[in-house]
């Protein structure tokens, strides 16, 4: 049986040994257990603080097999990005080069870097352990986390975005770090992905901050703006599903799009129902859900539901998991669009 849940501080040891096969360009993984500690300390007390505001708190998931009490996965959402330590990202932009003279008109696109102090909510973090991924056990990882927000929506900014791995090959090679950031920081890739969630400072000190003028750069470099790694492609895929889109904004190290989307008109936000439970049985024939309790001792699960207007029926191990009863109240959305044409 599987739930996603806050992470608590026994957590850490099997979080940070899972998180160790986190391949590069999962930079907010790539932390040091001291680092990993102090995230799940600031998130175990963002769980417990009521009536809280966005002020970039880490709120961060595990999903855990109950039947072995092993972590086999987790996710976070971040209330709010910038603050002490801004947000950096390039702005795709564009300008009209003409001369009369010669009849010529082009439209050149330019990097504009982007400082942000106060931004949105951000989603990121988000690992399942190879032996686990499949049967919709990623969408229930990387989902729980709206249906969370979609509780306690004063909790997260109006806007929620999500950075998307850019092209870094094998070999720890980005094409757009090597063709920019490498000639102002002196350091590897690996090193600099890493060194941003440590402290962000280096950026502020050793960025160029004039535009950069996208023609100029390697070839390899500009065909990797705004595209996402092979393994994101379904990650992309169920975001757009959830309504997030492009908006000519990338990772300023390996140009990955960074997805936009109006909080609220999040897909799993904006069609989860709050439904009654009327009674617990054995065994529910029904249709399949994303459910999650609606407290900040927070449990998100996936199972068939018996609905009948706004009461439903659960099953027994459904309510073990969610840590409910008769009476209680539920949160829960189909897992994916009921018109969806992606696959």
């Excluded at 040994?17 to 257990?33: C, F, H, V």
């Amino acid at each position: 049986m599987l739930v996603v849940r806050p992470a608590e501080i026994e957590d850490i040891d099997p979080l940070f040994s899972m998180i160790q096969d986190a391949e590069l360009g999962l930079s907010t993984l790539k932390i040091s257990k001291d680092r990993l500690t102090e995230r799940i300390e600031d998130s175990a007390r963002a769980f417990d603080k009521e009536n809280a505001r966005p002020r970039g708190q880490p709120y961060v998931f595990v999903m855990e097999d109950t039947t072995q009490a092993k972590v086999v996965g987790t996710s976070a959402i971040y209330s709010k990005v910038g603050g002490f330590q801004p947000f950096y990202t390039y702005e795709i932009k564009s300008v009209i080069k003409k001369s009369e003279d010669l009849g010529v008109a082009k439209e050149i696109h330019y990097l504009d870097l982007q400082t942000t102090h106060s931004g949105p909510t951000e989603i990121g973090s988000l690992f399942l352990s190879r032996e686990y991924q499949g049967k919709g056990n990623g969408r229930l990882l990387s989902l729980a986390r709206f249906l969370f927000a979609a509780q306690f929506l004063e909790r997260f900014e109006a806007e929620t975005i999500a950075e998307l791995r850019g092209i870094v090959h094998e070999n720890g090679h980005s094409p757009l770090w090597d063709a920019v950031g490498s000639h102002f920081f002196q350091m590897e890739y690996p090193r600099a992905e890493t060194q941003t969630i440590e402290n962000k400072k280096f950026i502020a000190e050793l960025m160029p901050q004039h535009p950069i003028y996208v023609p100029l750069l390697p070839e390899d470099a500009q065909e990797v703006l705004g595209q996402v790694h092979r393994r994101t492609i379904p990650a992309k895929i169920m975001l757009e599903q959830e309504g997030f889109e492009y908006r000519n904004f990338v990772d300023i190290f390996d140009g990955g799009p960074t997805v936009h989307c109006a909080t609220a008109s999040i897909r799993t936000i904006r069609e989860s129902k709050i439904l009654k439970i009327s009674d617990i049985q054995s065994e529910i024939p029904g249709d399949r859900f994303l459910v999650s309790n609606r407290s900040l001792k927070f449990r998100a699960t996936q199972g068939t539901l018996a609905i009948e207007g706004e009461n439903v029926v659960i099953s027994q191990a459904m309510a073990a998991r969610l840590n409910v009863e008769i009476g209680d109240t539920i949160r829960a959305v189909k897992p994916t669009h009921r018109n969806r044409t992606q696959q």
